[in-house]
T-cell receptor
Framework: DQQVKQNSPSLSVQEGRISILNCDYT??????FLWYKKYPAEGPTFLIS?????DKNEDGRFTVFLNKSAKHLSLHIVPSQPGDSAVYFC?????????FGTGTRLQVFP | GAVVSQHPSWVICKSGTSVKIECRSL??????MFWYRQFPKQSLMLMAT?????????EQGVEKDKFLINHASLTLSTLTVTSAHPEDSSFYIC????????????FGPGTRLLVL
């Protein structure tokens, strides 16, 4: 039973445009949500997080939106850059443990 | 963010041997570390939570006798894959909870294990 889902396995965006990565979850007890960027054979790199009591958090080019009623969160990257090309994982925290989604491969082309 | 190192970065071993993977916190003392595993094209799956000075807690389906975890100091946790088999081949990653930022986990670079 996948508690955290990323339904889009891949996304292709032109440089300079907005990238929107989506994540859905089922457990209403998650208290924090995080986004990580990952390259093959490397550990995930933390990007941004949001508390379950917030609906938006912004850090530079990255903004995370949380819609608790829909159990949905999204990561916006604007403007997208070729260096953003990687696999993005959303993760949700429950009792201190992270549950990861299946990842979305983002490709930013010139 | 926090700095976490892992050693080795990759290892190839014969079936039946044991492999030890080290996870070090380089910039602060971590009372809690986590061990994850990622199979190709799959998500990261939590294996166990490593607590300094006490026994690790394992997730359902993870054999504690096969994956031995030792967290003897505040900066070092080790994962030993005992009697490794080809199905244990995977990417093993540790993480730590950052001091003062309990909501965030910072990950090591990972260790790729290939069991022949």
């Amino acid at each position: 039973d996948q508690q955290v889902k990323q339904n889009s396995p891949s996304l292709s965006v032109q440089e300079g445009r907005i990238s929107i990565l989506n994540c859905d979850y089922t457990n209403s007890m998650f208290d924090y949500f995080l986004w990580y960027k990952k390259y093959p054979a490397e550990g995930p790199t933390f990007l941004i997080s949001i508390s379950s009591i917030k609906d938006k958090n912004e850090d530079g080019r990255f903004t995370v939106f949380l819609n608790k009623s829909a159990k949905h969160l999204s990561l916006h990257i604007v403007p997208s850059q070729p260096g953003d090309s990687a696999v993005y994982f959303c993760a949700a925290r429950f009792l201190g443990k992270l549950i990861f989604g299946t990842g979305t491969r983002l490709q930013v082309f010139p | 963010g926090a700095v976490v190192s892992q050693h080795p970065s990759w290892v190839i071993c014969k079936s039946g041997t044991s492999v030890k993977i080290e996870c070090r916190s380089l910039d602060f003392q971590a009372t809690t570390m986590f061990w994850y595993r990622q199979f190709p094209k799959q998500s990261l799956m939590l294996m166990a939570t490593s607590n300094e000075g006490s026994k690790a807690t394992y997730e359902q389906g993870v054999e504690k006798d096969k994956f031995l975890i030792n967290h003897a100091s505040l900066t070092l946790s080790t994962l030993t894959v005992t009697s490794a088999h080809p199905e244990d081949s995977s990417f093993y990653i540790c993480s730590e909870v950052a001091a003062g930022r309990q909501e965030t986990q910072y990950f090591g670079p990972g260790t790729r294990l290939l069991v022949l």
